[in-house]
């Protein structure tokens, strides 16, 4: 799609949407009557916006969204939630995000920052009602309901983004312009990589049970998950790397990293994925398997396959983590190091290497040599929680909307998949939403809720 279009002229149907052309207009504004809110606020109106998950990274987003009134706030330990809940006086408190949602009226938009296995369970509640939405990423926990996110999007009319923040900064805009400009020519092969996890993975042993501290409300943060006895090494933040409730070291990273190739190399949905990874000895020197385990690997290698589209060609994209890089490009000089959570962009006319704020061809004298062209996307002067924001009241769709982050979080997801197969090939079939040679892998793009949970 060309960046100077501004509009797409015709209503996506769900048939498009899985065939994933929803993923190369980023940056194209889709028409109201498919993502635009119903009854938004005129825009001198303030919104009234509940956040569900508070005491982490929730917490920030809300102090982005503070020109806004903050009315009520929700999180399962209290303890965790006191200073967001000190911050905020004048918000109503809850524990149990369904009673809030029952209980106050009032609410227009729901900031949803809650460990990811109860991403879409929240979100699609608030969808339900009416509320506009803003998730942390990954989307969602499963394949499945990512995809139910976007037809909830597309069915409900409300606006929808991702807290994936570089997709609003001006990285992802320069690497797109500077790529469809040819600086490197076209593209074959990409490598993206992190240094997480900085939480436990590698874990094949359940920990004991501890008691469950009096702030907090076990059975609503396990909430669809399998039960299990609490242990404070779930709780909080480090439930990252555990199975049952995380999406780990890739799917913390990959909706930020793998985003902006992604967008920029106009992908849709990979055709076929093969991962490795390191493999953990029990006491009894037997190897264990990722199914075997209570977390993910210390480190993997997940490889994505992804068809021509277009002119464009075939891309190999290389997912590392757990301290993994792909291999030092020789065009680096030596005064230059890697960049700890990277992209390396290998074109048929040159390399393009961005992370840790520094984006450059390289060598050095590539990129001195190359006349930068003028800036063709539209920048986004806010924070990706305003532009969340000004989008619903000027009846816009956000930058990171569902539809888009969907796809995104879908191939993230696709990765860990692989996982609990190692040096196999999965053949992907995104239309019918299969593995065309492992159902048992098939069997993993769904989730299976806890009773009450469904």
């Keep these: 799609m060309n960046p100077q279009d501004k509009q797409q002229t015709t209503k996506l149907n769900r048939r498009e949407f899985l065939g994933g052309l929803a993923a190369a207009s980023a940056f194209t504004i889709i028409p109201r009557h498919v993502l635009g809110g119903t009854n938004q606020k005129a825009p001198s109106d303030k919104l009234n916006i509940a956040g569900v998950g508070v005491g982490g990274v929730g917490n920030g987003n809300l102090k982005e969204m503070e020109t806004e009134n903050i009315v009520a706030l929700c999180d399962v330990d209290w303890k965790h939630a006191t200073e967001t809940f000190n911050k905020y006086p004048n918000a109503k408190q809850y524990k149990d995000f369904r009673v809030m949602l029952e209980q106050q009226k009032d609410i227009d938009a729901v900031m949803i920052a809650t460990p990811d296995h109860t991403h879409a369970v929240v979100t699609l509640a608030a969808m339900e009602l009416g509320k506009h939405v803003y998730t942390q990423k990954p989307l969602t926990y499963t394949i499945e309901e990512a995809r139910a996110l976007a037809d909830a999007a597309m069915r409900t009319q409300l606006v929808t983004q991702m807290g994936n923040q570089g997709h609003s900064g001006e990285d992802i805009r320069m690497i797109c312009e500077w790529i469809w400009d040819g600086a490197i020519g076209p593209v074959t092969e990409v490598h993206a990589w992190t240094d997480r996890p900085v939480w436990p993975q590698g874990v094949f042993k359940r920990p004991e049970a501890m008691p469950v501290p009096e702030t907090l409300d076990w059975d609503l943060w396990l909430g669809p998950a399998k039960y299990r006895e609490f242990n404070e090494i779930y709780h909080p933040f480090k439930w990252r790397g555990w199975l049952d409730f995380g999406t780990g070291a890739l799917g913390d990273m990959g909706c930020h990293i793998i985003d902006h190739a992604f967008t920029a190399l106009k992908l849709k949905y990979p055709t076929s994925i093969t991962a490795s990874m390191s493999m953990t000895c029990n006491p009894d020197d037997i190897w264990v398997k990722l199914k075997d385990e209570e977390t ?3 480190a993997s290698m997940v490889t994505y396959y992804f068809p021509a589209r277009g002119e464009l060609p075939p891309v190999k994209l290389v997912w590392y983590d757990g301290g993994l ?7 680096l000089e030596q005064s230059r190091r890697m960049p ?49 924001i000004e989008c619903i009241k000027a009846h816009k769709t956000a930058n990171s909307h569902f539809l888009y982050a969907s796809v995104l979080t879908e191939i993230v997801l696709l990765g860990n998949i692989a996982l609990f197969f190692p040096y196999e090939k999965l053949e992907y079939d995104a239309p019918k939403m299969e593995f065309k040679n492992n159902p048992v892998a098939s069997e993993l793009l769904k989730n299976h809720y806890r009773e009450g949970w469904a």
């Design 340 to 388: 700890t959570n990277g992209l390396l962009f290998v074109g048929e006319k040159g390399k393009l290497l961005s992370g840790d704020g520094m984006t450059r061809l390289i060598p050095e004298t590539a990129m001195q040599a190359y006349q930068v062209p003028e800036k063709t996307i539209p920048r986004c002067e806010v924070s990706h929680e305003q532009n969340w």
């Design 296 to 298: 993910f690997p210390q």
């Design 325 to 331: 890089q792909p291999a030092r490009p020789e065009e």
